[in-house]
């Protein structure tokens, strides 16, 4: 089965740096992924690790280590159009010609005051 | 990057009726499509992997036969909620991998009265 667990919400100020994170436990693992969502809208792409290690893209960072099934996303110098929810999701390992499949957390629920 | 669309964006429908839902890679070809289901402030739910030419595979819980998942062609898959409950009201996203990338459609909020 799947698990996937990350803070239910979090709050923090305009220019401040928040950092979301996401433990996970996986019947396979084939790269973890980091989604904004906006309320009523689609999940837009943030970031892709599959090694250990930092992912830096921008004002946003994504760090991976697989042996501790953990994972964070970090946001900088945070607007308020940050606000949204984070959702982490990890893909399992493909079988025969079926691609791995995504699955995801709950979602944090990132507010930023000004 | 890879653009997916939807349609309806919307639907409203009585009980016992049914909806078809249609997702479309508009710049590539997917010959795998994810079905997701999102229920208010829950996180996106996996209903099934639509293979293009063969036939869906879904995850565990979700009834194969009210949620039919047709791949007829490389650029569209369809989901059709048959005999629709108010139960059944959610948002449905579906998505399509590209590369290391998966990409999704903009949602289909579904309400059953």
């Known amino acids: 089965g799947q698990n996937i667990d990350q803070p239910t919400e979090m709050t923090a100020t305009e220019g401040a740096i928040v950092q979301i994170n996401c433990t996970y436990q996986?019947?396979?693992?084939?790269?973890l992924f980091w989604y904004q969502q906006h309320a009523g809208e689609a999940p837009t792409f943030l970031s892709y690790?599959?090694?250990?290690g930092l992912e830096e893209k921008g004002r946003f960072s994504s760090f991976l280590s697989r042996s501790k099934g953990y994972s964070y996303l970090l946001l900088k110098e945070l607007q308020m159009k940050d606000s949204a929810s984070y959702l982490c999701?990890?893909?399992?390992?493909?079988?025969?010609?079926?691609?791995?499949?995504?699955?995801f957390g709950r979602g944090t629920q990132l507010t930023v005051w000004p | 990057g890879a653009v997916v669309s939807q349609h309806p964006s919307w639907v409203i429908c009585k009980s016992g009726t049914s909806v078809k839902i249609e997702c479309r890679s508009l710049?590539?070809?997917?010959?795998?499509m994810f079905w997701y289901r999102q229920f208010p402030k829950q996180s996106l739910m996996l209903m099934a992997t639509?293979?293009?030419?063969?036939?869906?595979?879904?995850e565990q819980g979700v009834e194969k036969d009210k949620f039919l998942i047709n791949h007829a062609s490389l650029t569209l898959s369809t989901l059709t909620v048959t005999s629709a409950h108010p139960e059944d009201s959610s948002f449905y996203i579906c998505?399509?991998?590209?590369?290391?990338?998966?990409?999704f459609g903009p949602g289909t909020r579904l309400t059953v009265l």
């Open positions: 710049d590539f070809q997917a010959t795998t």
């Open positions: 639509s293979n293009e030419g063969s036939k869906a595979t879904y």
């Open positions: 996986t019947s396979g693992f084939n790269g």
């Open positions: 690790n599959v090694l250990d």
């Open positions: 998505s399509a991998r590209v590369s290391v990338e998966q990409f």
């Open positions: 999701a990890v893909r399992d390992t493909p079988r025969g010609s079926t691609l791995g499949r995504l699955y």
